[in-house]
């Protein structure tokens, strides 16, 4: 046994933990109540006003659903909001013909298709997460835009689950599932296989077909030989179909899957971390920064000075911050040796230092208009078209912002635990291919370089 597997607490060994994982009714419920709100989402940004600050798709899609996500779900448990996520249910229900129980085994009503296997990774994630990317001043401000995206990517999670296997959505397009999946790797939680040897001689893999107890799993994979948190959904549905009873959900150390040697690394997943710290930084800099062109750029789609925008910002996300993080890399070889890795491989694995550095970035970023705008949640409980209804007493509710002078205090020591998480991670990474501690320097230089300019941006 490991360090890490000694250090690891099994949850599901408790009574009252492994029922709620084995039963499906409070899943469902709260994913239906949470496709409640996604569609309550979509009519009111059609359908009610269009000031951001009283409609309810606005504030309770970006601010407190963001919120919720990026600052507690995925630090504190990885891709539990994908267990939860109402996209794929529809297009889910129509394949299972069934809304809760199993039906018919783990027989799925749908065309079957495979998807091509030169398509299995998260390079159309990065590439449509992109897409909303360079649109994001006008999508996350104007209701109407926002209704139009979440109605599109129902609409295609639907299409896609009745002419392909399983959770092809989730697993190969869902933008939000790629950046969650690859800043899953840090969270405490986990789901494995207890023993791979059970796996391994068990000739049914009831886990990955199903049974009448449960279905194979959606996001086809064999928990088996599962070594990450990136694209296990949390669905349970290895736990309840396992005849064997071998699969649990674990407590860990954060970043566990972080270590070196750890599960493959993968050229896809390090440009996922080049485009969300690229964007937390652009962001941060259009958003809070001093330069008011550029912000009036974002918001004037369409126009030639956007056009300039647009082009600037696919530059930053896919050139410059992974050409200078492949020249530190380059460098730290020169310094302290490759251990026998080509540089190709070097910059890969080492761009895992940007998975903490990165969610630390995004935090910090959310907390700079998420505690700022979170009080107009309250009155649009009670009016979410804002068309002046009542409805539980709380439209007359002020805007009123939480702990807005603390915020640089809680973005200081989030920034800074992100960064030397990244240090550390990149001395561990050179230490592991035997080089020198000296050639993970220049890639410390780069966090460092990274998180001062955060830091400046948000304290001046």
């Known amino acids: 046994m490991t360090r890490w597997d000694a250090r690891r607490i099994e949850l599901t060994r408790y009574p009252w933990v492994s029922r709620l994982v084995r039963g499906r009714w409070a899943q469902w419920l709260v994913a239906a109540l949470m496709l409640a709100g996604f569609l ?79 398509l299995r990774n998260i390079w159309l994630q990065n590439g449509l997460f992109l897409a909303i990317a360079i649109f994001s001043a006008v999508v996350l401000t104007h209701a109407r835009i926002t209704a139009l995206v979440m109605a599109a990517y129902a609409i295609l999670a639907i299409v896609l689950s009745l002419l392909f296997e399983r959770r092809v959505f989730c697993r190969y397009f869902c933008p939000v599932g790629g ?101 937390a930084l652009l962001y941060s800099a259009v958003l809070l920064g001093p330069w008011a062109r550029i912000k009036e750029a974002a918001y004037a789609v369409f126009t030639l000075p956007w056009l300039l925008y647009a082009v600037g910002f696919l530059v930053v996300n896919l050139l410059i ?38 969610l630390a970035a995004w935090v910090a970023f959310s907390l700079s208009f998420v505690l700022i705008n979170l009080s107009y949640a309250w009155p649009l409980l009670s009016d979410p078209f804002g068309w002046g209804w009542d409805l539980f007493g709380t439209a007359g509710l002020p805007w009123t912002p939480y702990l807005s002078g603390l915020v640089p205090a809680l973005q200081i020591p989030i920034l800074l635990l992100g960064l030397v998480a990244a240090i550390n991670l990149a001395f561990k990474t050179a230490r592991h291919h035997m080089s020198e501690g000296r050639a993970a320097v220049p890639v410390v230089g780069f966090c460092v370089a990274f998180t001062a300019a955060l830091l400046w941006l948000y304290l001046g």
């Open 40 to 118: 309550l989402s979509i009519l009111t940004g059609l359908f009610g006003t269009p000031v951001g600050s009283r409609n309810f798709g606005v504030i309770y899609v970006w601010i407190v659903w963001w919120a919720a996500v990026i600052t507690l779900m995925v630090p504190l448990a990885g891709r539990l909001w994908c267990a939860i996520c109402p996209l794929p249910l529809p297009g889910e229900w129509l394949q299972r013909r069934a809304l809760v129980r199993v039906r018919q085994g783990s027989r799925l009503h749908t065309l079957g298709l495979k998807w091509p296997r030169a």
């Open 179 to 279: 950046f969650i999946g690859l800043y899953s790797l840090t969270a405490p939680l986990e789901l494995r296989v207890k023993d791979p040897a059970i796996c391994r001689s068990h000739k049914t893999k009831d886990c990955y077909s199903g049974n009448e107890k449960g279905y194979g799993c959606p996001w086809m994979l064999y928990p088996g030989a599962l070594q990450s948190n990136t694209y296990c959904g949390l669905c349970g549905e290895c736990i309840r179909t396992c005849p064997l009873d071998n699969v649990a959900i674990n407590l860990r150390p954060p970043g566990a899957d972080l270590v070196p040697g750890h599960g493959k690394r993968r050229l896809d997943e390090a440009y996922k971390g080049f485009i969300m710290a690229g964007s």
């Open 321 to 358: 911050v992974p050409g200078l993080f492949l020249g530190a890399v380059a460098v730290g070889e020169k310094l302290g040796g490759s251990g026998g890795r080509t540089l190709r491989r070097g910059f890969v694995e080492y761009a895992y230092v940007l998975v903490p550095l990165g």
